[in-house]
């Protein structure tokens, strides 16, 4: 009932970036690919620091 209360974990807000990241590239991809580059390494980035966020948790 209260779940909008719960703050989110570091791996749940670098998620909801990276989504954000892809979501951008995609539209931008339409009008700009090299715009649309930047952004999607961007995101690859992030989903770096996620997987070896991930990996660290589960140690």
Do not use: C, H
Not at 26 to 50: P, Q
């Amino acid at each position: 009932m209260f779940g909008w209360l719960k703050s989110k974990s570091p791996e749940e807000k670098l998620e909801i970036v990276y989504r954000q990241k892809l979501k951008e590239a995609f539209d931008l991809s339409k009008v700009n690919r090299a715009a649309s580059d930047l952004k999607t390494a961007e995101a690859e980035a992030i989903a770096l620091e996620l997987e070896a966020l991930r990996k660290n948790k589960g140690v």
